[in-house]
Every structure is written in C-alpha cells, then in structure tokens.
Nanobody, 123 residues
Framework: QVQLVESGGGLVQPGGSLRLSCAGS????????MSWFRQAPGKEREFVAA????????NYADSLKGRFTISRDNAKNSLYLQMNNLQPDDTAVYYC????????????????WGQGTQVTVSS
C-alpha cells in the first residue's frame, strides 16, 4: 500500500496562487495513478484533477480547467497541484488519493487517501 501526506495549504487572498504537494511512501509511488479531490464545508467531496502513473495523461474537472494544473515527480514520490487565480469558492480541504490503473473522477475507485490540507481563500 501507499501512505499519502498533503502539504502546502493555507490562507490566500482572492486572485492568489498556491501549490499543494502530496508525498507518497510505501509501495512504489510510480505504479499509482493519482488524483486531487476537495471538500467544502457542507458539501460533498468533488473531483479536481487526476494524472496517470507515468504523468503523461491527466483529467480535470471542467470548471477548473485553465486555473489548476496537476503534475507529479515520480523520482521524488510526489504529486502537485498548482492553483492559480484562487476564488472564495475554492475554499475546501484538499485531498490526494491513489489508485491502481484509474485516473478518473469517481472517488470510490481510489483506494488510498491522505488526511487533507486546508485551503482558505479570503480577503
């Protein structure tokens, strides 16, 4: 299995940027497809973006395309989410998740989850 730990969250003003990281350990990180989900208070967890094990292919929530970019560095066992032009609606806990062979939007297909990192967008 793989253990996942997110970092990089915090408080940012509207229009600002943040880069989230997810560090993986345990079984070989490069064998997993990875994703980011988020959950705002009182709302269901929603898909943000996902990336194949090699990093060559990715998927995004339609509403976030152009502002968020997912990437990974398998040599560093790390996953990233670059978030630009952040808005108050982006306030949520952001989770990374791992799956074997799946990089879609269904959360139930991911077997391993981190504990989450809080992102707050506010002036």
């Amino acid at each position: 299995q793989v253990q996942l730990v997110e970092s990089g969250g915090g408080l940012v003003q509207p229009g600002g940027s943040l880069r989230l990281s997810c560090a993986g350990s345990g079984r070989t990180f490069s064998t997993y497809c990875m994703s980011w989900f988020r959950q705002a208070p009182g709302k269901e967890r929603e898909f943000v973006a996902a990336i194949s094990s090699s990093g060559r292919n990715s998927n995004y929530a339609d509403s976030l395309k152009g502002r968020f970019t997912i990437s990974r560095d398998n040599a560093k066992n790390s996953l990233y989410l670059q978030m630009n032009n952040l808005q108050p609606d982006d306030t949520a806990v952001y989770y990374c998740a791992a799956s074997i062979g799946y990089y879609g939007s269904e959360s139930t297909r991911y077997n391993y989850w981190g504990q989450g990192t809080q992102v707050t967008v506010s002036s």
